[in-house]
């Protein structure tokens, strides 16, 4: 048994390990770096690059999935769940990259997708060649058809990426046969957690990583494993990423009770296991205290914080969902995330360079409202800095640290995700933000790989935010991130706490250990707080006063 007393406290006290304080990178494999020039990225690609990481002076990586998958929605449709897609490399080189990461002191963090698998697993397979009733088919949801033929789906629930969420499947005698739920794309079929097959399964997937050395789990789709028994009608559409609000009933496809006792067993194996290895749930659950229940001391021990990422560019906005946050984690003893960007969501220094209040475009392509690239990153700097001053832990998706806006004009033809046409082409989807990142302005593909191939295609402005152009630039967006990692860890920044010095309409200040924070969403400049200035997004002005759009860290 674990014998670590920083692990989280059962009896209701604070948690204390490393991972409440701890910044997580997230390295979207394909897109990170690629070593053999096939235009996808891979393992060894990541493992040469570790040392980037390192150098920024985050805590731990966050790998998106490599496990072999058809690729139906970019390696989130997982066939084998113990084993390395060749596309990504072999076994051995996840050992590897462990290996170098821990030697780095990086933590790894590997995704887990349960809610589905892909329609390659071989037990998706088993379950359509052994027909109605069996078994094999008890490992998914199976259902028949409603009307005379069985023609229609047998409810009316919408997949997230749009079009019906069931599919009808040929029998072996090549008839019309039994129809299956997939939330997400038809290569997805969700999985039946009723069934004591599944939850040993992935009791075992649990170990078999455990076993190899990783730090932890991001649990995808954490609240969708349960559906509720009657499989009620919704009548709802569906919208990518939606959560739940507050005033609607719950849907009978996410966030049910039952999905606790799941993540209690899960708790239980890691716990099991030495160091500190830990749950983080990716669950779209609103209100604050409904994702909560997530980070409960017996269950997982890190939520992301999507209402935190959804929140507008505004003072009030900003104030209402920190407060929100923290109270809400508090109240369970649990950290409070950090988030603005991933792989699914418009790059913040894209989407704070919108409208405000415009609404969450899933998607920007040619044709659509185009965002104001510096504005945008102007406030997407602001943003980070005062992310990384707040208590808790804070995810980064790679890139950001580049300052890296969407890639808002990708030919439509290019795009992969199956949201675009699944949608009916009305959702563009989430390829944008997933396109190779640069490292050297003047190499192919801008040092993602040693070919131009990239699998999807990079504009020409990626040069002028490649790490190589950043790298000791006082003042590039590299920088600032690296100065306020190491800021945020010689302060004690994660420790919080956080007092509110000044919540009004214009300004956002708060104090944070020694430092003071103030983020200014005025039009007009102010003056920064009293003390020693160690860290600002942008250059004050002539007056030495903080403009509209800037973070500033003060030493009182
Ligand atoms: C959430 C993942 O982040 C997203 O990329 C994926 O499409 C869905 N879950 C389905 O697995």
Known sequence: MNTDATQQDQSGGPATGWWTEAVIYQIYPRSFADSDGDGIGDLPGITARLGHLAELGVDAVWLSPFYPSPQADAGYDVADYRDVDPLFGRLEDADKLIAEARAKGLKVIVDLVPNHTSSAHTWFRAALAAGPGSPERARYVFRDGLGPDGDQPPNDWQSVFGGPAWTRVTDPDGRPGQWYLHLFDTGQPDLNWDNPEVQTEFLDVLRFWLDRGVDGFRVDVAHGLIKQADLANWQEPQEILSGNEVEKPRPPMWDQDAVHEIYREWRRVLDSYDGERILVAEAWVEPAERLARYVRPDEMHQAFNFEYLLASWTAPAQYAVITRSLEA???????????????????????????????????IGIGDQQPEAALGLRRARAATLLMLALPGSAYLYQGEELGLPEHTTLPDEARQDPTWERSGH?????????????????????????????????PPLWAEYALDRQRGVAGSTYEMYRTALRLRREHGLARGPLEWLSSGDEVLAFRNRALTVLANFGDTAVPPPVGEL??????LDADGRVPTDVTVWVRA
């Open 329 to 363: 984690t508090d109240g369970v003893g649990a950290p409070t995330t950090w988030v603005l960007s991933n792989h699914d969501v418009v790059r913040h220094a894209s989407r704070l360079g919108l409208t405000i209040g415009g609404g969450r475009p899933n998607g």
């Open 426 to 458: 009305t959702q563009r989807g989430r390829d944008g933000c997933r396109v190779p990142i640069p490292w050297e302005a003047d190499a192919p593909s801008y040092g993602f790989g040693p070919t131009d191939a990239s699998w999807l295609p990079q």
């Open 534 to 539: 160690l860290h600002s997004s942008a250059p």
